[in-house]
């Protein structure tokens, strides 16, 4: 079946740095890419639409400038996490869909960003 | 909108069957699913349903799908502790700018 890989897992950093996050489709090209973030005991807030080769479509609310979302191949999507503050620490999954596919979605395993 | 609603908790004995209820509001949603999410981890595609089914069934999962409360439920039968969990419902519609919108989640609780 579809696998999405995501890294890191884990990311501790210190505040003020920035922080790549990835996204790979395995085994199949996702032209959609969609990142999330989770807080602790919540459902998963949809930050951000990716399509291959063109600029991320962003949820309200969230700042474009500061979650910067790269989708340069049809198997890689990248969130960087730029001057993070402790605020920003939270669970982020990614999610990808094949091309032409309504409805399969196949979700990374998460990362864990921890800003100190 | 899209809302979509979930019971925060749910606790069952091991070997008894599980109903996880989700009511959404959006009629035009075409496609629901139910996710899983162990701690720490992503999610995990369970099973999902077309807005024309009314069930399905996969080994110990059955999906009840009314749509004309636009009430959806999972049903686990003979739950494991190994079933322990977040489930979480979701819905799309059809087209390939389509997103999911996620439930509340309902943390799954199987005790001996």
């Known amino acids: 079946g579809a696998v999405v890989s995501q890294h890191p897992s884990r990311v501790i950093c210190k505040s003020g740095t920035s922080v790549k996050i990835e996204c790979r489709s395995l085994d199949f090209q996702a032209t959609t890419m969609f990142w999330y973030r989770q807080f602790p005991k919540q459902s998963l807030m949809l930050m951000a639409t990716?399509?291959?080769?063109?600029?991320?479509?962003?949820e309200q609310g969230v700042e474009k400038d500061k979650f910067l979302i790269n989708h340069a191949s049809l198997t890689l999507s990248t969130l960087t996490v730029t001057s993070a503050h402790p605020e920003d620490s939270s669970f982020y999954i990614c999610?990808?869909?094949?091309?032409?596919?309504?409805?399969?979605?196949?979700f990374g395993s998460g990362t864990r960003l921890t800003v100190v | 909108g899209e809302d979509v609603e979930q019971s925060l908790f749910l606790s069952v004995r091991e070997g008894d069957s599980s109903v996880i209820n989700c009511t959404y509001t959006?009629?035009?949603?075409?496609?629901l699913y139910w996710y899983k999410q162990e701690p720490g981890a992503g999610l995990q595609l369970l099973t999902y349903?077309?807005?024309?089914?009314d069930m399905k069934q996969d080994q110990r999962l059955t999906v009840l799908l009314n749509k004309k409360d636009k009430h959806l439920s999972l049903r686990i039968a003979d739950t494991q502790t190994g079933d322990s969990a977040i489930y979480f419902c979701?819905?799309?519609?059809?087209?390939?700018?389509?997103?999911?919108?996620f439930g509340t989640g309902t943390r799954l609780q199987v005790t001996l």
């Open positions: 999610s990808a869909r094949a091309a032409g596919v309504d409805y399969g979605y196949t």
């Open positions: 979701a819905e799309s519609k059809t087209g390939t700018a389509s997103k999911l919108t």
């Open positions: 349903i077309f807005s024309n089914m």
């Open positions: 990716s399509n291959e080769g063109s600029k991320a479509t962003y």
């Open positions: 959006d009629s035009s949603s075409t496609y």
